[in-house]
């Protein structure tokens, strides 16, 4: 039985501000991932290409302070993918 579950995020990236510049996109990503795993209980984690897109747009040092994601729970596995703005 396939189980599927939507949810849209707000995920904040303010944390990413006090990390030295060069390393501010890095970080902002594995703190997307480290929200979503802590909200969705699941390990078993993918990021859309978009969301990495979204987050290095403007470079390394100037992520966005948040970011609106779509998660889709199918048996365990979570797929994110960036909200299409309307």
């Avoid at 979503?36 to 302070?65: M, Q, Y």
């Amino acid at each position: 039985m396939i189980i599927m579950e939507e949810r849209i995020y707000t995920i904040p990236l303010r944390g990413v501000k006090r990390v030295p510049r060069w390393k501010r996109a890095k970080k902002a990503i594995s703190d997307i991932k480290a929200y979503l795993t802590r909200h969705t209980k699941s390990e078993n984690l993918v990021l859309d290409k978009s969301i990495n897109e979204k987050v290095w747009a403007r470079g390394a040092e100037k992520p966005p302070s948040k970011i609106r994601v779509k998660v889709v729970e199918e048996d365990g596995a979570v797929r994110a993918e960036l909200v299409k703005e309307a």
